[in-house]
């Protein structure tokens, strides 16, 4: 059985201070949720990590906490940059990579997102590995050609037992933050493409046992049908997940 697992991206909003009331408030509207059941994460801009750990730990939350980014490096003259060791030193558990906006806006290339999947794995981090086509790839049918060679690369020389615990994320670049979704139908057979490419290069068993998930203007209006696809094992949330009902929303339509 694959736990579905909710995790928010905030991407670059919310100070410290937001931060907290906005986890606090998260906590509040998931009192009484069944964390075993259905994991939720919030991956908060670095400038919040500290506040949101100590957060969870003194209040006791079981809200799992992520990082948006991070570099290959062990340390080094890497301005403006965070190490793996430097997250888990903050009781960080997952990190998103290879999300489209690091590979559109900041040009990180599938080589990148390699070295960082085997860097997170190396410092004890999970991996939330993204992939997903732009819109004319998409027109032009070349969605599987693109999710396939990004998962390909990012899995490139890592053992098929240390992949298994990692995360994968489909995200349909014309989806994210445009209000366009893809159907749930649409979703279901993409995301079925990429288990079945898991499976060729990790093997079955390890593609079963790993997690999917979709992300592109999930909410809670559309998550219950998303999530009630054979693959899907949770979702990516954006914009929804900055504000604490819509997000806890997205999890219980995900518990149902």
Same mark, same amino acid.
């Given at each position: 059985?694959?736990?579905?697992?909710?995790?928010?991206?905030?991407?670059?909003?919310?100070?410290?201070?937001?931060?907290?009331?906005?986890?606090?408030?998260?906590?509040?509207?998931?009192?009484?949720?069944?964390?075993?059941?259905?994991?939720?994460?919030?991956?908060?801009?670095?400038?919040?990590?500290?506040?949101?750990?100590?957060?969870?730990?003194?209040?006791?939350?079981?809200?799992?906490?992520?990082?948006?980014?991070?570099?290959?490096?062990?340390?080094?003259?890497?301005?403006?940059?965070?190490?793996?060791?430097?997250?888990?030193?903050?009781?960080?558990?997952?990190?998103?990579?290879?999300?489209?906006?690091?590979?559109?806006?900041?040009?990180?290339?599938?080589?990148?997102?390699?070295?960082?999947? @085997? +860097?997170?794995? !190396?410092?004890?981090?999970?991996?939330?590995?993204?992939? %997903?086509? $732009?819109?004319?790839?998409? =027109? #032009?049918?070349?969605?599987?050609?693109?999710?396939?060679?990004?998962?390909?690369?990012?899995?490139?020389?890592?053992?098929?037992?240390?992949?298994? @615990? +990692?995360?994968? !994320?489909?995200?349909?670049?014309?989806?994210?933050?445009? %209000?366009? $979704?893809?159907?749930?139908? =649409? #979703?279901?057979?993409?995301?079925?493409?990429?288990?079945?490419?898991?499976?060729?290069?990790?093997?079955?068993?390890?593609?079963?046992?790993?997690?999917?998930?979709?992300?592109?203007?999930?909410?809670?209006?559309?998550?219950?049908?998303?999530?009630?696809?054979?693959?899907? =094992?949770?979702?990516?949330?954006?914009?929804?997940?900055?504000?604490?009902?819509?997000?806890?929303?997205?999890?219980?339509?995900?518990?149902?």
């Amino acid at each position: 059985m694959r736990t579905p697992l909710i995790a928010g991206n905030w991407k670059m909003f919310k100070t410290h201070l937001d931060a907290m009331r906005l986890v606090q408030g998260l906590a509040h509207e998931l009192a009484g949720h069944n964390f075993d059941r259905v994991e939720v994460v919030v991956c908060p801009p670095f400038t919040s990590l500290r506040t949101i750990q100590t957060l969870i730990d003194s209040d006791r939350y079981q809200i799992g906490l992520g990082a948006q980014n991070m570099h290959h490096e062990k340390e080094g003259a890497f301005t403006g940059e965070v190490s793996a060791a430097m997250l888990r030193s903050l009781d960080v558990a997952y990190v998103i990579l290879g999300h489209s906006e690091r590979r559109e806006i900041f040009k990180e290339a599938d080589a990148d997102i390699n070295l960082k999947v @085997k +860097a997170a794995f !190396a410092a004890g981090l999970l991996p939330i590995v993204c992939c %997903g086509e $732009t819109e004319s790839e998409r =027109d #032009a049918g070349a969605t599987e050609s693109k999710v396939e060679t990004q998962m390909r690369a990012a899995f490139d020389g890592v053992k098929p037992e240390t992949a298994a @615990k +990692a995360v994968v !994320a489909y995200e349909p670049i014309w989806a994210i933050g445009t %209000g366009k $979704t893809a159907t749930p139908e =649409d #979703a279901q057979a993409t995301i079925a493409f990429i288990r079945k490419v898991l499976g060729s290069t990790l093997g079955d068993d390890v593609a079963a046992s790993m997690r999917i998930l979709y992300g592109g203007s999930v909410k809670s209006g559309n998550a219950a049908a998303l999530m009630g696809q054979a693959d899907i =094992d949770g979702a990516l949330v954006g914009g929804a997940s900055l504000e604490a009902q819509e997000f806890a929303a997205i999890v219980k339509a995900t518990k149902a």
